[in-house]
């Protein structure tokens, strides 16, 4: 068994992490330690002095003028619930698109139990969103459209400033889940006429798992009820949730630790520069694919090429049990990949893929040329070997 081991799961989690960020969490576990809003001593204040600072790079990253709108949660999932469950009321109705993810799809189908309903508006075989579609399925009962920035299944990228444009021109609410995107490509709220980007610190911001967040606007801010409520170190004298932000979606003590390691993690993007990563993972994309094609046996599944395309790649084997051949490549080659349906089961619905599912194979800055080479040479092998011909 080789036991050298090539990391191709990027789009679950970013590996490795800029060593900035580990440290960064260490020291602070070690020599910091305080909470914020609560202790009155310098430590306390150093600490919530670099939430904040936390806060404002992110506004910078996403073009968004208010880091009071900045909300911590836990991840993108925690994220995407907060608005569509504190927004969404008996009789409303959302607009989605056929290639979301189970963080978006399962508080959906969980609220329909509660009267609210959801379209979703169609996509093609390459997961290209139908813009010309969404005037045919307006309706009066329509509160918000919430849609995902770029499949993690094939990585197409969503048109988000077209989709803005028609959410303002209708009085929707523009609801943005940006776990594949953020950090990576520019996104930029003002111009985007976005209300809520939700996303995640642990994969294109290159953070740690369990710290997330969403930058939200006022307005929509004030229509949501807040999940959860409790102590925020501010009006401590009353007992209501707090009327501003962001203390009213942020009680209890927040992931201070990984919100170090994410004010780490930022630095590190500010320094280097996302145009230089996104170019530099699209590259590896770029000569994957192109390896991809002179190999039989191998279905690509979406684009054929890098342009509107996250750095995600969908393959088939159509000789070969999917999960054995991601198998196969763990045990004989060290390489490591996603399979299976990758918690969008309509997404492989809408791109023919389902029950069956992919292999998943998805690009960091931190991969190199020859790690794809290998990929590609292993991907040969395994298509080469004699096995039945399975029928998607």
């Given at each position: 068994?080789?036991?050298?081991?090539?990391?191709?799961?990027?789009?679950?989690?970013?590996?490795?992490?800029?060593?900035?960020?580990?440290?960064?969490?260490?020291?602070?576990?070690?020599?910091?330690?305080?909470?914020?809003?609560?202790?009155?001593?310098?430590?306390?204040?150093?600490?919530?002095?670099?939430?904040?600072?936390?806060?404002?790079?992110?506004?910078?990253?996403?073009?968004?003028?208010?880091?009071?709108?900045?909300?911590?949660?836990a991840n993108v999932t925690t994220s995407l619930n907060l608005v569509l469950k504190g927004l969404l009321k008996p009789g409303d109705h959302i607009?989605?698109?056929?290639?979301?993810?189970?963080?978006?799809?399962?508080?959906?189908?969980?609220?329909?139990?509660?009267?609210?309903?959801?379209?979703?508006?169609?996509?093609?075989?390459?997961?290209?969103?139908?813009?010309?579609?969404?005037?045919?399925?307006?309706?009066?009962?329509?509160?918000?459209?919430?849609?995902?920035?770029?499949?993690?299944?094939?990585?197409?990228?969503?048109?988000?400033?077209?989709?803005?444009t028609f959410c303002r021109k209708h009085g929707l609410y523009f609801i943005v889940d940006a776990a594949q995107t953020a950090g990576v490509f520019?996104?930029?709220?003002?111009?985007?006429?976005?209300?809520?980007?939700?996303?995640?610190?642990?994969?294109?911001?290159?953070?740690?798992?369990?710290?997330?967040?969403?930058?939200?606007?006022?307005?929509?801010?004030?229509?949501?009820?807040?999940?959860?409520?409790?102590?925020?170190?501010?009006?401590?004298?009353?007992?209501?949730?707090?009327?501003?932000?962001?203390?009213?979606?942020?009680?209890?003590?927040?992931?201070?630790?990984?919100?170090?390691?994410?004010?780490?993690?930022?630095?590190?993007?500010?320094?280097?520069?996302?145009?230089?990563?996104?170019?530099?993972?699209?590259?590896?994309?770029n000569l994957f694919l192109k390896g991809i094609k002179e190999l039989k046996n191998i279905r690509l599944i979406g684009k054929a090429g890098t342009?509107?395309?996250?750095?995600?790649?969908?393959?088939?084997?159509?000789?070969?049990?999917?999960?054995?051949?991601?198998?196969?490549?763990?045990?004989?080659?060290?390489?490591?990949?996603?399979?299976?349906?990758?918690?969008?089961?309509?997404?492989?619905?809408?791109?023919?893929?389902?029950?069956?599912?992919?292999?998943?194979?998805?690009?960091?800055?931190?991969?190199?040329?020859?790690?794809?080479?290998?990929?590609?040479?292993?991907?040969?092998?395994?298509?080469?070997?004699?096995?039945?011909?399975?029928?998607?």
């Amino acid at each position: 068994m080789n036991q050298t081991k090539l990391y191709f799961d990027n789009a679950s989690t970013t590996f490795p992490k800029p060593e900035a960020v580990p440290t960064a969490m260490a020291d602070f576990i070690r020599y910091q330690g305080s909470n914020i809003n609560r202790g009155t001593y310098s430590t306390a204040y150093e600490t919530e002095e670099l939430v904040f600072e936390t806060r404002e790079q992110l506004c910078r990253l996403f073009h968004f003028p208010h880091s009071k709108n900045v909300l911590f949660t836990a991840n993108v999932t925690t994220s995407l619930n907060l608005v569509l469950k504190g927004l969404l009321k008996p009789g409303d109705h959302i607009l989605t698109s056929a290639m979301e993810h189970n963080a978006v799809m399962r508080p959906l189908v969980q609220l329909e139990k509660q009267a609210i309903t959801f379209t979703r508006i169609p996509c093609n075989r390459l997961g290209e969103l139908d813009t010309a579609s969404m005037e045919a399925l307006l309706t009066p009962r329509i509160k918000a459209l919430v849609l995902t920035h770029a499949s993690n299944v094939c990585g197409t990228l969503m048109p988000l400033k077209e989709v803005g444009t028609f959410c303002r021109k209708h009085g929707l609410y523009f609801i943005v889940d940006a776990a594949q995107t953020a950090g990576v490509f520019p996104i930029d709220m003002e111009d985007m006429k976005i209300d809520a980007l939700c996303f995640t610190g642990h994969k294109g911001l290159l953070g740690p798992q369990g710290i997330g967040g969403l930058i939200i606007r006022d307005e929509l801010a004030m229509e949501l009820t807040p999940l959860i409520s409790g102590g925020t170190g501010s009006i401590s004298h009353l007992e209501e949730v707090p009327d501003f932000l962001p203390d009213r979606f942020e009680p209890g003590t927040l992931n201070l630790p990984g919100i170090v390691g994410l004010h780490a993690a930022l630095a590190y993007l500010e320094e280097t520069g996302m145009e230089q990563i996104r170019n530099r993972e699209l590259a590896l994309t770029n000569l994957f694919l192109k390896g991809i094609k002179e190999l039989k046996n191998i279905r690509l599944i979406g684009k054929a090429g890098t342009e509107n395309r996250a750095p995600v790649v969908s393959l088939q084997m159509l000789h070969m049990d999917n999960a054995e051949a991601a198998f196969r490549l763990e045990q004989e080659y060290g390489i490591l990949t996603r399979v299976g349906l990758h918690c969008a089961p309509n997404a492989h619905k809408t791109l023919g893929t389902y029950p069956t599912g992919t292999i998943r194979f998805s690009f960091g800055h931190f991969n190199k040329e020859e790690e794809i080479h290998t990929a590609l040479r292993a991907l040969g092998a395994l298509a080469a070997s004699n096995r039945q011909t399975y029928i998607y």
